[in-house]
């Protein structure tokens, strides 16, 4: 169990440039999380998926920004058109349970 | 809908003064409760999590908490706060055995000093 796996750490980018983003889950686990946390703010859900289905996004997820899980094994979430306000942390989760295993998240930062 | 709110954005204790991080929910379901802790630059890591049973639940590193649904509160307690206590603390909620989204407060800066 080597944990959930993100990848870049860190992600500087010019406004209007497209990023994506990698979350590798526990290798087991079938569900997995994106969320968004801003400095000095809890956690924001984006969207889950169960397997290979998307099963929720939130409102929070305008259409610039898409998550995929192909074969319900890693995921990446892709930003088009990046914004000053897309700034943040980007957490993965994964889950067998109730217990979400959390990475060490992606740091976006638009200039 | 869910939500959580965590009384106090900064909370300051002495090395072993008790630890109390505030935490009130509202969930229209019976929820689970979880806390956890965000090191700097670092993802979150689970403290402890109420899954309906035993309403005094024991976490890692000498944290507890109780849920009470008569205040819809989940407060977490330490008797004796060390200098690595020193973190960001958040509360969640889930709707239950859904496996589901987790809502977040704001968390809770917990600072320790010796």
């Keep these: 169990d080597t944990g959930v796996s993100q990848d870049p750490r860190h992600k500087i980018t010019k406004r209007g440039q497209n990023v994506t983003f990698r979350c590798d889950p526990i290798s087991e686990h079938n569900r997995l999380y994106w969320y968004r946390q801003t400095l000095g703010q809890g956690p924001e859900f984006l969207t889950y998926f169960q397997n290979e289905a998307q099963l929720e996004k939130s409102r929070l997820l305008s259409n610039r920004f898409s998550a995929e899980r192909p074969k319900g094994s890693f995921s990446t979430l892709e930003i088009q058109r990046t914004e000053q306000g897309d700034s943040a942390m980007y957490l993965c989760a994964s889950s067998l349970g109730n217990i979400q295993y959390f990475g060490a998240g992606t740091r976006l930062s638009v200039l | ?114």
């Design chain 2, 1 to 114: 809908a869910q939500s959580v709110t965590q009384l106090g954005s900064h909370v300051s204790v002495s090395e072993g003064a008790l630890v109390l991080l505030r935490c009130n929910y509202s969930s229209s379901v019976p929820p689970y409760l979880f806390w956890y802790v965000q090191y700097p630059n670092q993802g979150l890591q689970l403290l402890l999590k109420y899954t309906s049973a035993a309403t005094l639940v024991k976490g890692i590193n000498g944290f507890e908490a109780e849920f009470k649904k008569s205040e819809t509160s989940f407060h977490l307690t330490k008797p004796s706060a060390h200098m690595s206590d020193a973190a960001e603390y958040f509360c969640a909620v889930s709707e239950g055995n859904q496996g589901g989204k987790l809502i977040f407060g704001q968390g809770t800066e917990l600072s320790v000093k010796p």
